[in-house]
């Protein structure tokens, strides 16, 4: 899906913007001004135009996340053929545009900009949502992990702009179309699937290499058994 259908695919929106917005030195201010513990005891919080410079910096990445978010249909270049080995680096990804979003939310209110505030907020939950639908347990986290980023700054905010439900009404939207109940039970049946293949893979061959990549250490077969059963529990 992800490589057949790119223009019906929010991935391929997301990924470039994703990737951008990862490798940015910027986000170190953006990350400093959210969060008090990554600034040094005498380092002076990030001022709200310095944040603004970095928001305009990265507003193409910003526009395309927005647009992907808005997209029916998405899915992530995950390499599921790898079992037990696959890796999920957008999920990262995820994490730093959701910090992001909830900055400019931030700014937005400083500004008195209601409805531009509830709408970035909007983009984090269209885009976890997104997210969640992989089959594994891993999306289910990210996005309670990506929603709390947000649900910690929306009581300050809404304090501060007092939003009408007018100007709420994109992220109203957004959490009633957020389903973690059918996402949940999608991600187990996924996990199902997965513990399935490792005991195959286990039956068929050596248990070894589903251990060996996190570990050196020289064991005998049954040491592999034994930590192979650990890891697939």
């Not at 380092?43 to 029916?72: D, F, G, N």
């Not at 999920?91 to 500004?111: D, I, N, P, Q, S």
């Not at 049946?189 to 570990?215: D, H, T, V």
């Amino acid at each position: 899906v992800y490589k057949r259908q790119p223009e019906e695919n929010a991935a391929t929106r997301y990924m470039p913007a994703f990737e951008v917005i990862h490798e940015s030195k910027a986000m170190d201010t953006v990350v400093k001004y959210l969060l008090p513990a990554e600034r040094s005891r005498d380092e002076p919080r990030p001022t709200v135009e310095e944040v603004e410079a970095v928001l305009a910096e990265l507003s193409p990445e910003i526009e395309a996340i927005e647009q992907a978010s808005r997209m029916e249909s998405c899915r992530f270049p995950v390499e599921w053929e790898k079992g037990a080995e696959v890796r999920f680096p957008h999920f990262a990804m995820m994490r730093h545009a959701t910090r992001l979003f909830v900055v400019k939310a931030m700014v937005e209110t400083e500004r008195g900009e209601a409805k531009a505030a509830m709408d970035s907020l909007a983009v984090i939950i269209r885009m976890t949502n997104h997210g969640a639908q992989e089959p594994t347990l891993i999306s289910q986290l990210v996005q309670v992990a990506c929603v709390a980023i947000a649900a910690a700054a929306f009581e300050d905010i809404a304090d501060k702009v007092k939003p009408t439900l007018e100007e709420s009404r994109e992220l109203r939207a957004a959490l009633e179309a957020t389903d973690p109940i059918a996402t949940m039970y999608h991600a187990v049946q996924g996990e199902r699937a997965m513990g399935l293949w490792a005991f195959n893979y286990a039956r068929k061959k050596s248990w070894k290499p589903l251990w060996a990549p996190i570990s050196d250490e020289p064991m005998q077969e049954d040491f592999w058994l034994t930590k192979a059963l650990s890891l697939i529990h």
